[in-house]
Structures are given as structure tokens and as C-alpha cells.
């Protein structure tokens, strides 16, 4: 039991400080390991952070056929006032097929190419499917003129649900 | 309290303290101190390729809607621009004016013409570029806020907003404009003046490049054969023997006779070149033909 020279404060003592170091442990823990302070960080770059517009600009330099002329989708986007839009939306939508995605059966992801135009913020043109709930990746953006000197952008995107980090790294 | 050991549980927190906290305190700095991770480099050049690649295409589609207008002006106005000094056969309700290629004219200077033309309608187009690089973003390590607050890490240095690598890319392509015009077989080559672009994470590198338009069945050099064959088969020549050696030169020629004047059609290219002549009268002075590859 208690020795009777000293200890009476000892039970005052050791409580709050134990108590203490308990909460400085706690509160290190979840700085160390809740916010990954402890984490090392990647020593090589991101495939997504390239961010690089091959893709796109061989898409725009496609010829497709619209009423029997053979014209690239950057010059159809141009005449989108004359022509129909549909049948260029389909010879696009032909194309973003064929682009890579994460494979579902292997469980890595949901994930559709998106084509689209806009010109001062309004769209213009859109191709390809949108997965519902999911995120935009490996996004590429281009300048285009128009004939009436007008500038478009063209956006061409993955978008994927639960789709994963390798995946996204695989296809950029 | 006993004098012995009621020190070490305050003593033994406050060593606790420290130690982790140093050991926060080393690990942000060392990941702050980080210069380089592995590839950056790389991909900051690649990424400069890529904007290269996106400019190239935006001034070739531009170069297309230009050259358009040029050309067309060249094929009704007899080589020459809309404004030209030329004396004209008027329009009338069934066919366009023809412009009479003489003396009246001025130098037959088609490249010279075309690249006039061509150049003041491409500067909007240029004008209107806007670049869509997208800078690294870079993420901010946890707790490193703390840690700067208290300059024991630094902060990074935000580039001037015109330093920055969009804003330099789009300045840089405002200034350039036509070069040189290479005929390469019935296509055109417009090379462009160059255009300095910035590496990123790398200051004093840059990449240089001169932007190409190639613009396929669109060719100046039909212009330099009309006009030698004319000079040497029509002017102060017969009728007769001028007709017949044009027809058998080119295959697609409409000539009319229109009292003094000849009015010729030739179409190239799936477009009329329009003109008229005077064969008592000699054609303006030739400048040199385009290069050619």
C-alpha cells in the first residue's frame, strides 16, 4: 500500500499525467497515420500528371465520311452550322470505342471516353457515354479556330466510377 | 510527494513532446527539401512538346480557313489581290468580271500577293489563341502549414501571373506570322516565324519551334506556268495558234474572244482561274517563281 512519508499525492499525480501522455499519443497517432504525415511520397511522377493530348489531336485529324465527303472532325466540327450533327456524333462515338478503358471484369472500374465542344462556355457537340457518380480523368483540352475566327475548346475525358489508381495509371 | 521519482512522469511527457514533434518536424522538411521527383523533368519537356503540338494544329486549321479566302482572291483577280490597279472586263448578269492582265498591273508577284492576303487574314485568328496547358498542381503535405507559418519551412515563390507558363505560351504565339512559302508538288507549305516556349520546373530551358501549315491541293505554282505560256504563246502572237497551244497545255481552259481581249477559264483544282488578256499588250513584269521542294 501507500508509503505513509510521501505518497499521498501520488494517486493526484499519476492520473492527469498519465491521462495526458494518453492524449499526446492519440493525437500524434492519428497526425502520424490518420493524415499519412508519415507517409512517404511517391518518388516518381504520376502517369496522370502529364496530362499529354496525342489522343485528342489524332481524334480531330480522323477523317470520317459526312454525305459522301471525306473531311478530318476538326473541319466538321467547323461546319456544325451546315451539317447534321448526328451523323458526325456517331462517327465520333465510333472512334471513342475504340480507345482503352478499365476492365470491368478485372474490377477496375466503370469507366466511358467523353468528347465534347464548347464555345464560350456553351456546348456545342458531345460524343461518348458518362459513367453515373463518376470522376473526370486524364483530361485533355485543345484550341480550336472556327472559320468565323472564333476560338473553341474541345475537351476529351475518361470518366469512370470506382475505377483504380493502377488503372488510371495503366491508360495514361 | 517523493522527491525520487515524481519528476519522471511529467519529465518522460515532456520528452515525448519533443521527440515526435522533431520527428514531424524532419520528415516535412525533408519532404519540402525534395527537388526533384523521379521524371519530372521528362514530363515537364514532353509537356511543352504536347502545347507545341496543340499550337501546330490550331494555327494549320487556321492557315486552311485563311488560305481559303486568299486563294480565291488570287483565282478571280487574275494573281493578283482585290484592291489591284488592273483594268477589268465588267460583270454582267451571266458571267463575273474578268480582270486584264497588262502593264496596268503592277509586278506579277503571286507569293508575294497571296502571303499579303493571307497574312492580315490570319491575325485574328492568332489573336484569338488561348492556351489550355495545364501547370503541375502540387500538394500540400499535412501539417506543413504550421511548419511555414513559423519560417522553419520555406514557402514556395509563385511565379509573376505573366510568367507563368499559359500566359507565355499565348504571348508567344500572338507574335508569330508567315515565314515562308515552299510549293511541295499541288500542295502548299507555309512555315511560320518561331515560337519560344518555356520548360516548366526548369527556367532557363525553353523549346523552340517554327509552326508548319501544309495545305494539300492548294498550289501558287499554276499561276508562274499560265503566265509563261501566255507570254509565250499569246501575246503579240495569232489567235488562232494561241488558242490551240493553250488547249493543248492545259486541258480544263475556256477562251473567249471579247473584241481585243481574250477571256480565259481555267479550272484547277476544282476552282476557275479567271482572267482576261490583250494580245497586243505584254503582261505586267514577272517576280521569281516560288521555292520548290
Known amino acids: 500500500m501507500f508509503n505513509k512519508k510521501g505518497d499521498v499525492s501520488y494517486p493526484i499525480i499519476f492520473g492527469p499525467y498519465t491521462i495526458l501522455l494518453l492524449l499526446i499519443l492519440i493525437l500524434y497517432g492519428v497526425l502520424f497515420f490518420g493524415f499519412d504525415l508519415a507517409e512517404s511520397q511517391a518518388l516518381v511522377i504520376s502517369g496522370q500528371s502529364y496530362k499529354d493530348s496525342i489522343m485528342l489531336i489524332n481524334l480531330l485529324k480522323t477523317e470520317i465520311e459526312i454525305n459522301s465527303e471525306n473531311i478530318t472532325i476538326a473541319d466538321a466540327i467547323n461546319k456544325l452550322n451546315e451539317l447534321n450533327k448526328e451523323p458526325i456524333k456517331k462517327e465520333i462515338e465510333k472512334i471513342l470505342l475504340t480507345f482503352s478503358v478499365p476492365n470491368q471484369e478485372k474490377d477496375e472500374g466503370t469507366g466511358f471516353w467523353f468528347f465534347e465542344v464548347k464555345k464560350e462556355s456553351n456546348i456545342i457537340l458531345e460524343a461518348g457515354d458518362k459513367a453515373n457518380l463518376g470522376k473526370d480523368y486524364l483530361k485533355q483540352q485543345i484550341t480550336l479556330p472556327l472559320s468565323n475566327k472564333q476560338p473553341i475548346f474541345v475537351n476529351l475525358y475518361l470518366s469512370c466510377r470506382s475505377c483504380e489508381k493502377e488503372a488510371i495509371e495503366r491508360l495514361s | ?293
Open chain 2, 1 to 293: 510527494m517523493n522527491k525520487k521519482g515524481s519528476i519522471f512522469l511529467p519529465l518522460f511527457i515532456l520528452v515525448v513532446i519533443v521527440t515526435l514533434g522533431v520527428l514531424a518536424y524532419t520528415i516535412e522538411t525533408t519532404k519540402a527539401n525534395r527537388k526533384d521527383t523521379i521524371g519530372l523533368r521528362a514530363v515537364s519537356l514532353l509537356k511543352t512538346y504536347d502545347e507545341a503540338e496543340k499550337i501546330n494544329l490550331y494555327i494549320e486549321q487556321a492557315s486552311k480557313y485563311s488560305s481559303q479566302k486568299a486563294i480565291n482572291e488570287l483565282y478571280t483577280n487574275a494573281g493578283f489581290g482585290e484592291n489591284n490597279k488592273c483594268r477589268k472586263i465588267p460583270a454582267t448578269s451571266a458571267e463575273p468580271k474578268s480582270v486584264i492582265l497588262d502593264k496596268n498591273c503592277g509586278v506579277f508577284d503571286v507569293e508575294k500577293t497571296f502571303k499579303e492576303i493571307f497574312s492580315e487574314e490570319i491575325k485574328p485568328y492568332i489573336l484569338n489563341y488561348k492556351s489550355t496547358y495545364q501547370s503541375f498542381t502540387y500538394q500540400e503535405t499535412t501539417g506543413s502549414g504550421i511548419f511555414k507559418t513559423f519560417g522553419l519551412i520555406p514557402k514556395p515563390v509563385q511565379p509573376e501571373q505573366g510568367d507563368i507558363f499559359p500566359a507565355v505560351s499565348e504571348r508567344n504565339t500572338k507574335r508569330t506570322e508567315i515565314k515562308e512559302i515552299i510549293e511541295k508538288g499541288d500542295d502548299l507549305v507555309l512555315v511560320f516565324s518561331e515560337i519560344e516556349l518555356k520548360v516548366e520546373n526548369s527556367p532557363e530551358s525553353k523549346y523552340v519551334f517554327a509552326p508548319k501549315a501544309i495545305l494539300k491541293e492548294q498550289s501558287l505554282v499554276i499561276f508562274d506556268s499560265l503566265y509563261e505560256a501566255l507570254d509565250e504563246n499569246c501575246i503579240k502572237k495569232e489567235v488562232a495558234g494561241c488558242k490551240s497551244k493553250l488547249k493543248n497545255i492545259f486541258s480544263d481552259i475556256v477562251i473567249e474572244e471579247q473584241g481585243n481581249f481574250l477571256k480565259i477559264t481555267l479550272m484547277h483544282q476544282n476552282k476557275p482561274i479567271r482572267l482576261a488578256i490583250d494580245i497586243g499588250e505584254s503582261l505586267p513584269e514577272k517576280q521569281s517563281a516560288l521555292p520548290t521542294v
